[in-house]
């Protein structure tokens, strides 16, 4: 039986939802901001297919590189962060607040990220991302 869970944001939704909503979030956040120009040109069912892309390539190197588990996959934990920032966005008196508070989320996710993989395979995933998306804007700027 699939469990509901509570969103300040989303309301109650069950699990796969909110795995969804943030795959789509997360996606849509990294390929806009790598090729805003194009993203812009996609037809829905092309950013989804681009968006399903993206969270599978990062699922199968979460997996098949750093051996983590389903208990280890970190969706929840993105879906959190991501919910912080938005809150952090709407709520923040200014710019140098909303960054302070911006910093103290990162440091939090990486906590968690430390406590659910390890600090090495963080490491490894967090130079994946930088991978991805420096190659994603080359392929942008040309």
């Known amino acids: 039986m699939e ?6 944001i989303f309301g109650k ?6 795995k969804i909503v943030f795959f789509l979030f997360v996606s849509i956040l990294a390929i806009s901001s790598t ?9 829905a069912e092309q950013k989804l297919s ?11 190197f979460l997996k098949e ?7 280890q996959l970190i969706d929840n934990t ?4 991501l ?7 709407a709520y923040g008196k200014d710019n140098a607040t909303k960054e302070k508070w911006a910093k103290s ?16 395979k963080r490491k490894q995933f967090q130079d994946f991302m930088t991978a991805k998306v420096n190659k994603a804007k080359a392929a942008a700027g040309k």
Do not use: T
């Open 65 to 71: 590189k750093l051996g983590m588990s389903e208990d």
């Open 50 to 60: 681009k968006a399903k892309g993206f969270r599978e390539d990062n699922q199968k």
């Open 78 to 81: 993105n879906v959190c962060f």
């Open 13 to 18: 939704i069950s699990i796969n939802m909110k």
């Open 35 to 43: 090729q805003a120009q194009k993203w812009a040109d996609l037809s």
């Open 105 to 120: 989320a990162v440091q939090a996710r990486q906590a968690q990220l430390d406590m659910i993989m390890g600090p090495e």
């Open 3 to 8: 469990q509901d869970l509570y969103s300040p």
């Open 83 to 89: 919910a912080g920032l938005e809150r952090i966005n």
